[in-house]
């Protein structure tokens, strides 16, 4: 052979060998999830792929600074894979003990000018989590992330299900963004947001034969929060940071980062059913606490008047009597919300706070968040934007023996609004304080994070069934959609289970509740939250079932396990939960018609079970009922109706 063209096949070969090494393959434990990383011309991309099917073609990476840029003219390093495996417990999630088996790759780039840059991903049977880590070298060691190119390139004919990011600045006293928009399923992969702001997380598609669930975790005062832009017309989805308008326009749109740095993670749930959807932990599994618990919070269920007796009801009477209520019930807690500061008082609440602690319930008291972000007048205010106001404020409460607060009206995802809520928590921590936040955005990783959280909003909640007839008319819906997307990244904090007929005081006026009572009861289950603020009412122990009420006294609020049963985002949806070693089976059905189920139970074969729900006429009952040898049992659910099985 000539010496010539000996030397061209070698160059070639070594050519050929360079670019091949440019890339790196991560693949799940069962090998049936895999990400390829690879770096083209300088820019850096990932695809994946599940059980051999295309669920994002070939998606960007990458990032900006002010000073340093991440995005192109980068030169690959090498990588490496690493296998994990470990376990991990916390109560307050869908799961109480957590096994992790995944492969982590790692790897390492550089820039133009030598800057290093390592890419993480990890990849368990059905989760992908990955983020950028960018070591300290040599000055500069503080820069500002402005663009991140981090996108989801799905396949054509893909569809999603989305909610749209709200406009800033806008809604009732200008306290958007606040995660409160109506969910947009089963559209055309390429559809935009109807706000022309993209979309909030979490992201749920159906690729192909797989189901994907898009969100991120493990933000905290370090970073902002994100969303997705709107799609190209590729269908082809971006990493979005907040608008600049939010908070009033105040603070930066990107994230102020020290080196060494990392972002928070982004998250990928794949399966070819929604089981891999609902029972996914990806959210927590790749965090870790940040601070140790002052002492060992206590969980459970509540009540609270304002849901159905509204402003009128923050006075010193009713307040006692939903205490009684919830004594009653056998409840822990009772929320005390806006303008009790006006209506009540200091002096008088701490009276009231000690006769709750003689009837065995704990007060958690509304806050509004407010500093300058909004116009919300609510009282209290400018209680806990500030460290001074608010480390005085959580004294107080400390010593009179408040257990927990609500805090509202944030609206917005800017790097200084997540210093706020870290403040918050952390503050609440030193005072032995719980929190639940509301008008707020998607907790990222909170629960396992922030040992004191117990549970946000961010969802078009109970509140909206006293404001709009409309969405009593879709309440079914939305069940439905909650627990595969919202529900299913982080706890909820929902405040329903509705045993009125109408939505007033008295009972006898204002919207009609559309859904049946083992509806209500379904959802006391489907939506889970450590800390429960039920929607029930005095009148309800007279007027209520005595099944009904009888079944809300013991139903749970922590879990030891959840499965995915049957279902479908916009129809139907049957999950199981199980809490001090029984199982509570629950089911709601949005469509016209009635829905014949054969569920398949195995962990209560043969056993003896308490049924609720529905006859044709939409009257509820409870009965008893034998699931077969083969934990099988056949159930009817009735439109805007639900099921619950109870061990």
């Not at 059905?589 to 189920?597: F, R, T």
């Amino acid at each position: 052979m000539n010496k010539y063209i000996k030397l061209s096949i070698l160059i070639l070969f070594i050519f050929s060998r360079d670019v091949f090494s440019q890339q790196a393959v991560v693949s799940s434990p069962d090998e049936q999830l895999q990400v390829t990383v690879s770096l083209k011309e300088g820019k850096l991309f990932y695809t994946l792929t599940y059980a051999d099917h295309t669920v994002l073609e070939e998606s960007r990476l990458g990032f900006i600074t002010n000073l340093i840029d991440y995005s192109e003219s980068l030169s690959w390093e090498g990588s490496e894979i690493n296998p994990l495996n470990f376990t991990y417990e916390q109560e307050k999630i869908k799961q109480a003990k957590v096994h992790y088996q995944g492969n982590e790759l790692t790897c390492m780039l550089s820039n133009r000018d030598e800057r290093p840059l390592r890419l993480v991903f990890r990849v368990s049977n059905h989760d992908v989590a990955f983020r950028y880590e960018v070591p300290e070298t040599k000055s500069p060691l503080a820069l500002v992330v402005k663009e991140e190119l981090t996108g989801f390139n799905f396949i054509e004919n893909a569809r999603s299900y989305l909610t749209p990011q709200s406009k800033p600045m806008v809604g009732w006293e200008r306290t958007k963004p606040s995660y409160e928009e109506r969910y947009e399923i089963d559209k055309a992969i390429t559809t935009k947001s109807s706000t022309g702001m993209g979309f909030t997380f979490p992201g749920l598609f159906k690729s192909g034969e797989e189901w994907v669930l898009i969100s991120e975790t493990g933000v905290s005062a370090l970073y902002c929060s994100s969303h997705l832009s709107d799609p190209d017309d590729e269908g082809n989805y971006q990493i979005a940071f907040p608008n600049e308008e939010e908070n009033n326009g105040f603070g930066s749109t990107g994230a102020a980062i020290g080196l060494p740095a990392a972002t928070p993670w982004r998250t990928i749930t794949v399966g070819n059913s929604l089981k891999p959807i609902i029972e996914t932990t990806v959210p927590y599994d790749v965090v870790e606490p940040l601070y140790e618990p002052s002492q060992k919070y206590e969980y459970g269920k509540g009540t609270w008047s304002w849901i159905m007796w509204q402003d009128n009801s923050m006075n010193y009477e009713d307040q006692k009597t939903y205490i009684d209520l919830a004594s009653t019930l056998g409840y822990e807690f009772i929320l005390i919300d806006a303008l009790w500061d006006k209506n009540i008082g200091y002096h008088r609440m701490e009276e009231l706070i000690q006769y709750a602690s003689s009837k065995k319930v704990g007060v958690f008291l509304w806050y509004n968040s407010n500093g300058a972000w909004n116009d919300a007048p609510q009282s209290p205010r400018n209680k806990m934007n500030t460290a001074i106001a608010r480390k005085k404020e959580m004294k107080w409460m400390q010593e009179h023996g408040v257990k927990g607060i609500k805090v509202d009206f944030f609206g917005g995802d800017k790097q200084e609004t997540m210093r706020l809520y870290e403040n918050i928590l952390s503050d609440a921590n030193d005072y032995g304080l719980m929190l639940v936040f509301h008008g707020t955005t998607l907790p990222r990783g909170w629960e396992r994070m922030y040992p004191n959280f117990v549970g946000s909003e961010a969802i078009l909640a109970s509140e909206n069934l006293m404001f709009s007839q409309g969405f009593n008319d879709i309440e079914a819906l939305n069940a439905t959609l909650y627990p595969f997307i919202r529900n299913t990244v982080a706890s909820m904090e929902f405040g329903g289970v509705v045993l009125n007929k109408r939505y007033n005081r008295t009972n006898d006026g204002g919207n009609h509740r559309r859904t049946t009572d083992a509806f209500q009861l379904a959802i006391a289950v489907l939506y889970q939250n450590p800390v429960q603020f039920f929607a029930l009412t005095p009148n309800n122990l007279e007027d209520a079932p005595d099944f009904a009420i009888d079944f809300m006294k013991e139903v749970p609020t922590t879990w030891e396990e959840t499965r995915f049963i049957d279902g479908y985002p916009g129809k139907y949806c049957v999950l199981a939960r199980k809490s001090g070693g029984r199982w509570y089976i629950a089911g709601v059905n949005a469509q016209k018609k009635s829905i014949d189920l054969k569920l398949s139970l195995p962990m209560l074969s043969g056993k003896s079970v308490q049924l609720y729900g529905d006859s044709q006429d939409g009257q509820s009952f409870s009965k008893n009922a034998k699931i077969n040898k083969n934990g099988i049992i056949k159930i009817t659910i009735q439109p805007n109706g639900g099921v619950v099985i109870k061990e």
